[in-house]
């Protein structure tokens, strides 16, 4: 077993024997003995199915856990990071605090990364120095850790991914510089964690903060990290990038507004795309506006007369858009008044949420916001939109199936007469008729729907026969 192991099981018989101490004599207190013992050994087969006990033991190993943090090995030092990472009390997170200044970069790395899943706010500023650690694994893990906790402070330490973690990023114990490998294995990790905290719904106000106050490398990642969210609060801010000196910035804010844009930026990005100056960002600008307008012009002076004939009708949008972004904010308890404000057919984008379209977190937002709403209003949107989706099933399946989750009254008899013009479509001999999901789709909402109303009507009956 080792010298070490013995002295360890020799100190807590001694501990045992001592007066007062007969309360602790007990089948826990013998396998909590026997387990931290089990953790210093050097043997895996013995130290990781203790780990894996002491773990499961909770807070009440915690005071003994941290008399075995001073141990004079960096192994065990490590092991109790990794289990105290590992238990779900506020009362480790100190302990992991105190290793994550460890002087081995083993020990810091492990508590590093269970700070980062403590999910306390405090873990931020001790992960967020090690992110300058002289150590590439430590910077690695911090960056993961960050990612982890998902505190949209990193944002903007995150957005400096390509330098590696600072500073400090061309150092290294002994004097030796990281190698390359290290280096992209840190910016992946950074990358990847900016990626993952951008796209979090609550932390978007912080994301669009973060693209002003940055300077313009770190900018361009934050740029690059809002392209894949798609959510419109992002838009005045990305639209206000339109107006950067650096060309880089421009193009890749417009192309991002292609994702998170909407009517608001309609104005910029007509100037940047009618621009004299032939760039990167006129191109970037025109490609984005053919995106959300439909209009498909080049850059140059089209765009000026299509805002010229269309202006005052996009200024119209504004306030509607402004209220879709508000929607995505978690935050914001919107209530049936408030979309009341609006026709059904102005709130489509809560339609397209429920479709799929936009950030991951806005189709289940988008139909509980459906569900707020008076239901008799969808009833002819809805339905005009599915005869006019007639070369697209994917979306006319969705549509019923909306129309009936929101229970929209009086749907039977439009969704029996769909139905049965889809029956009359003639299908290819012993091949399967074109429109074979729709019509299973509107078959079972249907018999549903005449299920429901026969229930109706025996109740009513039934009612009326005991009056």
Not at 51 to 74: I, Q
Not at 184 to 196: G, P
Not at 212 to 234: C, F, H, M
């Amino acid at each position: 077993m080792g010298i070490r192991f013995l002295i360890v099981v020799a100190l807590l018989t001694i501990i045992g024997a001592l007066p007062g101490a007969q309360s602790e004599t007990d089948a826990f207190r013998r396998r909590l003995e026997r387990r931290l013992a089990e953790l210093t050994s050097s043997r895996k087969p013995v130290h990781r199915p203790a780990m894996r006990a002491l773990a499961t033991m909770g807070a009440r190993a915690l005071p003994d856990l941290a008399l075995l943090s001073r141990d004079a090995a960096a192994s065990v030092r490590a092991r109790v990071a990794t289990v105290v990472s590992a238990i779900d009390a506020p009362a480790g997170f100190p302990l992991l605090v105190d290793l994550a200044r460890d002087p081995a970069a083993l020990v810091r790395e492990q508590a590093i990364l269970g700070l980062g899943s403590s999910g306390e706010s405090e873990a931020f500023a001790p992960i967020r120095a090690a992110l300058i650690d002289p150590v590439p694994a430590v910077r690695e893990s911090a960056a993961l850790a960050l990612g982890l906790l998902g505190d949209p402070r990193a944002l903007e330490p995150l957005a400096w991914w390509r330098d590696a973690g600072g500073e400090l990023s061309r150092l290294q114990v002994a004097g030796r510089r990281d190698r390359p490998a290290e280096i992209k294995s840190i910016q992946q990790a950074m990358r990847a964690s900016l990626f993952s905290i951008a796209a979090r719904a609550g932390n978007v106000d912080d994301l669009a903060r973060a693209l002003e106050a940055v300077a313009v490398p770190g900018k361009l990642a934050l740029i690059e990290a809002s392209y894949q969210i798609g959510d419109p609060r992002l838009s005045p801010a990305l639209s206000a990038l339109l107006d950067h000196r650096d060309p880089q910035v421009v193009a890749d804010a417009a192309t991002a507004l292609s994702a998170n844009g909407d009517s608001r930026a309609l104005s910029a990005l007509c100037r940047v795309a009618a621009g004299r100056r032939a760039g990167i960002e006129r191109e970037a600008a025109a490609k984005t506006l053919r995106r959300l307008t439909g209009h498909h012009a080049g850059p140059g002076q089209a765009w000026a007369l299509w805002w010229r004939d269309h202006g005052d009708r996009v200024a119209e949008l504004y306030a509607r858009d402004a209220f879709i972004a508000r929607l995505h904010d978690p935050s914001f308890a919107a209530t049936r008044a408030d979309l009341a404000r609006f026709p059904a057919s102005e709130l489509m984008p809560l339609v397209d949420g429920f479709l799929d379209q936009g950030p991951p977190y806005w189709p289940p937002r988008a139909l509980a916001l459906l569900r707020r709403d008076d239901p008799r209003r969808w009833r002819a949107p809805l339905l005009e939109r599915y005869d006019r989706a007639d070369a697209d099933d994917r979306e006319r399946i969705g549509l019923v199936i909306l129309l009936h989750e929101l229970r929209v009254p009086d749907l039977l008899a439009p969704l029996r007469a769909r139905l049965t013009a889809l029956d009359a479509i003639p299908a290819p001999e012993a091949a399967r008729h074109p429109h074979g999901s729709l019509r299973a789709a509107l078959r079972q909402t249907v018999t549903a729907l005449e299920r429901a109303a026969v229930s109706a009507a025996d109740g009513a009956a039934e009612g009326a026969g005991l009056r």
